[in-house]
């Protein structure tokens, strides 16, 4: 079976599917490793780098040849017109924010595998979870950011020219990206408190250094597979109101929180950031074109308000940090692959735990009841 590396086509996307040092153990498996010359390229690996691993580096034409065409994200619709039938794309292929993409595989009779829908409450899917690699580098990075934005230091520092204080930084959401940002928050040398709506986040947050937020109002919003669930209106205000007071406290603040399936909660309001400090930072990790965690943030871009306060709200931030992000990808992806094969061949047996889950079209048809669903007219939602 042929595997080719695609060369990403998404604005500032520099990552790459998969990274020399998981080649061999694909090649072992008896598969033959394209890679699409240049895809490594924003991601610093060469197309040398890929053939000493023990690919063959290919012009673009050729892609399409393979069996199995390995991404980080989806494909344009240029690229999807120029898959063909029975061919298998695998990558994060967000078909709940766009089932579109998935219709149109199915169309064109390819097979699409979604990393997003991969179980991942289930443990032996833990090296394929690839929401929590890229969450993970997300949460690193936006304390970096936050850093470079805030113009004193994180820790507390004493020097004959005088004290530095440390910097007071809180992080909003406790799931993967916030757990990573409170501990690089906590090794940069800055207090760090948190809050999250999943009580058992507490435990987690503590666990790294931080001082979890008790608010007065408790609320428990934990939901299915681990996720929050979405507040109430009357929650949300009592939240709101609390947090406003916490907030003005704080010098820097990075907001993590999803809710799947919905725009991102609210968590700091325009008055929320009016009582901050001068020099505050904001980072809005939830930010897109469907609203973030700051009622301010827009998407992609600094915002400085009349009081000063920096609000950022980056997009792709994995993207950033390709070289890093490339390499845990690819061990997610090709433990996948290696999971979905049987015999030379993909096994896409629909009542496998794993299988059965992450196949979003399959024979001309979507397999996935939640894309079905999103594709549905309105009224036979209802
Ligand atoms: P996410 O990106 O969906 O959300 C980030 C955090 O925001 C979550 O902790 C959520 O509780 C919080 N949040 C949502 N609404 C909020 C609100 N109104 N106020 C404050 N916080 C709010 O989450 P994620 O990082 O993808 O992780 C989700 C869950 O999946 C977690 O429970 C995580 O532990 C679990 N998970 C489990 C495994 C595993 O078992 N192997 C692997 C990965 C993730």
């Known amino acids: 079976m042929k595997v080719a590396i695609a060369k990403e086509t998404a604005p500032n996307e520099r990552r790459v599917a998969l990274v020399p040092e998981v080649i061999g153990k694909l090649v072992n498996a008896g598969l033959e490793v394209l890679v699409e010359s240049g895809a490594g390229e924003g991601s610093a690996i060469p197309d040398s780098a890929y053939v000493d691993a023990g690919a ?14 390995l991404r980080v994200q989806k494909p344009s619709s240029a690229e999807v017109k120029k898959l063909r039938s029975g061919q298998t794309v695998i990558g994060l292929l967000q078909p709940l924010i766009d089932p579109q993409t998935a219709q149109a595989l199915a169309d064109q009779g390819v097979t699409a595998v979604s990393l997003d829908a991969l179980p991942r409450t289930l443990s032996r899917a833990q090296t394929m979870d690839a929401l929590s690699s890229q969450a993970n580098v997300g949460g690193y990075k936006a304390v ?27 992080i909003l959401g406790i799931g993967v990206a916030g757990l990573q940002a409170i501990g690089t928050a906590r090794r940069l040398g800055a207090v760090v408190r948190a809050y999250d709506v999943r009580p058992e986040t507490r435990e987690q947050a503590e666990s790294l250094g931080a001082q979890f937020v008790t608010l007065k109002t408790q609320i428990d919003a934990t939901g299915a597979g681990g996720y929050a669930r979405e507040l109430t209106p009357e929650e949300r205000a009592a939240q709101q109101a609390e947090l406003n007071e916490v907030i003005g406290g704080m010098d820097v603040v990075i907001t993590t929180a999803q809710v799947p399936g919905r725009k991102p909660p609210v968590l700091v309001t325009a008055d929320a950031v009016a009582k901050m400090k001068p020099g505050s930072v904001i980072l809005d990790m939830a930010a897109s074109a469907l609203g973030g965690n700051c009622e301010l943030s827009k998407a992609g871009e600094d915002v400085v308000t009349d009081n000063l306060v920096t609000i950022m709200a980056p997009e792709n ?21 290696l999971q979905l094969l049987k015999d030379g061949a993909l096994n896409l047996d629909p009542a496998d735990e794993i299988a059965g889950p992450v196949t979003i079209t399959h024979g001309g048809e979507i397999r996935s009841d939640a894309v079905k669903k999103l594709l549905q007219p309105a009224e036979a939602k209802a």
């Open 56 to 69: 063959k580096v290919i012009p673009t034409s050729k892609v399409d040849d393979a069996d199995v065409v």
């Open 144 to 170: 970096i950011i936050a850093a470079e934005a805030y113009g004193r230091y994180f820790p507390l520092l004493t020097t004959a020219a005088g004290t530095a204080k440390p910097a007071n930084v809180l």
């Open 317 to 337: 931030l994995p993207a950033t940090m390709p070289v890093g992000a490339s390499s845990f990808y690819a061990r997610n992806i090709s433990a996948l692959l």
